[in-house]
Each structure stands twice: as C-alpha cells, then as structure tokens.
C-alpha cells in the first residue's frame, strides 16, 4: 500500500514537472460559467489599462490580443448585464475609443458577446 503511494506521488510529481498536471495548495477563484452581470479580476482590469498582458488567476500572463476583448474586459465590473455591456462597446467605438479596431454595431451581437466572456473564462479571468 505505501509502495502505491509512493508510486503514485512519484507519478504526479513527473507530470506536474512536464507540465501536463498543476498542483495546488488551494483552489483558484474563477469561474467557467459567466454570470449575468460578469466581473473580471481586478488585477486584470488594472493592467488592461497599461498594455495587452493581463494575469490571470490561474497565474499565468496571457496576452489579450484584440481590441474588442481589451475594450470587453475593462467594462467587465459587475456594473453591466450583457444589454450594458453591447450599449457600452457601442458607444466606446463610435466614440473612438476603439481606434484602429474593426467593433461595429454589426460585430456586437449576443451570440459575441458571449463568445468573448467563455474564452475570458476559460482564461481564468472571471470572478463572477
């Protein structure tokens, strides 16, 4: 029984090290699955300000490489429903804070908004 123990340990510790399995002390505090008014990690908002790499709460650096997930994430407060959040990326590309990027009425759809708050989960950038 102590062998299989010991076998097993052994086992987890080698796939851990390869980077096939994650040892935690603690479970993260994300979510898969967005609310109906999301909220994305503080730390994550902030440093949406200063550049396209945010930490998420898996603790990794992930790059947000588009405009729209960028705008997305900063309004991620728990301030906004999904209605909010549309009206609010509708208003921030006609105001010109989406310079450069291709957000139109058109491209902020339900089904997109959506879309982009389960990779913001999957991620590990959602709280709520």
């Keep these: ?45 902030l440093q949406i300000e200063s550049g396209p790499r945010v930490s998420t709460l898996l603790h990794r650096i992930v790059t947000i490489d588009d405009e729209f997930s960028r705008l997305f994430l900063r309004l991620l407060d728990g301030a906004h429903d999904r209605d909010a959040l549309r009206e609010a990326l509708l208003e921030a590309a006609g105001g010109g804070q989406a310079a450069g990027a291709s957000i139109t009425a058109e491209s902020i759809t339900n089904e997109e908004i959506d879309r982009v708050l389960h990779r913001l989960a999957r991620l590990g950038l959602l709280v709520a």
Aim: aromatic share 2%; no cysteine; hydrophobic share 50%.
């Design 1 to 45: 029984m102590e062998t299989d123990a010991a076998d097993l340990a052994e086992a987890m510790l080698q796939a851990a090290l390869a980077g096939g399995l994650e040892l935690r002390a603690h479970k993260p505090h994300f979510i898969l699955e967005p609310g109906p008014r999301p909220i994305a990690s503080a730390l994550a908002r």
